[in-house]
């Protein structure tokens, strides 16, 4: 399987391929079609994995990525239900040391998922709309 692009740029998982036409697949919509192969040409230094990816909402996949583990998932679903929720909230209410806390609350804040906020005059956290949107996305 490789990625390739029709005339108007659009972008296709090769699956099959014969002398005049070959079968592709549209990542993002699943629809598979037969185009001719003079249509198609490939697109080099593109992983058919990551074009697959394309298949997952952008938001669901930054959250996939960021939250490598159970747990960083859960304190994220946790801030997204709960939130936002203070340093020392999230500190007293889940089983993670302030260190682990503080690397997982800056990964999240680095992909964009989450956003400091002011809960009851301290430093706090919440979900941005990408990360609800993202776990709107998951949770379907």
């Known amino acids: 399987m490789r990625t390739v692009r029709d005339d108007d740029g659009t972008r296709y998982l090769l699956l099959k391929e014969s002398t005049e036409s070959s079968l592709v697949r549209n990542p993002e919509t699943g629809e598979q079609r037969h185009l001719p192969n003079a249509d198609l040409e490939p697109v080099d230094g593109e992983s058919a994995l990551a074009t697959a990816a394309e298949g997952v909402p ?83």
């Open 58 to 140: 952008d938001t669901a996949r930054q959250v996939i990525t960021a939250a490598h583990d159970d747990r960083a998932l859960g304190l994220l679903v946790e801030l997204d239900e709960r939130g936002p929720l203070s340093v020392a909230e999230l500190l007293s209410a889940y089983d993670l040391c302030e260190s682990d806390l503080h690397g997982l609350l800056g990964e999240f804040r680095a992909a964009g998922l989450l956003d400091e906020a002011t809960v009851h005059g301290q430093r706090g956290y919440d979900t941005t709309d990408t990360a609800s949107d993202g776990l709107a996305h998951l949770r379907d």
